[in-house]
């Protein structure tokens, strides 16, 4: 595995790491939904995650990561269409993919 895509998964895991210490271990919706400053820490995150998994798609095709093109698309819609960004949808990525991804990226870092 080239660095570089070494250090992209490194930043995915990183940027899973804060969303889940930024929502601190009491997760509640109805708190991120009224906490800008949290809403745009985790769209940030999740574009950071976008944007390393398409460089990593770019450079290494032995890298598999489930639902990566819905991640980009994720990155590009929260990016480009920040007026239409919803919260419901952030948050079920947030609860429902980003433990799977966690995982799969971990797995990649060890087998290095």
């Not at 800008?36 to 976008?50: N, P, S």
């Not at 770019?58 to 598999?64: I, L, R």
């Not at 007026?83 to 995982?103: A, E, F, T």
């Amino acid at each position: 595995m080239k660095r570089e895509v070494k250090k992209y998964l490194y930043d995915i895991k990183t940027s899973i790491d804060s969303i889940f210490e930024y929502l601190g271990s009491d997760r509640n919706f109805f708190e991120y939904q009224k906490n800008k400053q949290l809403r745009r820490a985790v769209e940030r995150e999740l574009e950071i995650i976008g944007e390393a998994v398409n460089r990593i798609i770019k450079m290494e095709s032995g890298v598999q990561l489930s639902n990566a093109r819905q991640i980009i698309d994720t990155r590009n819609w929260v990016i480009h269409g920040y007026d239409k960004v919803d919260d419901v949808i952030i948050w079920g990525i947030v609860s429902n993919h980003l433990p799977n991804l966690r995982k799969e990226v971990e797995l990649h870092l060890v087998e290095e």
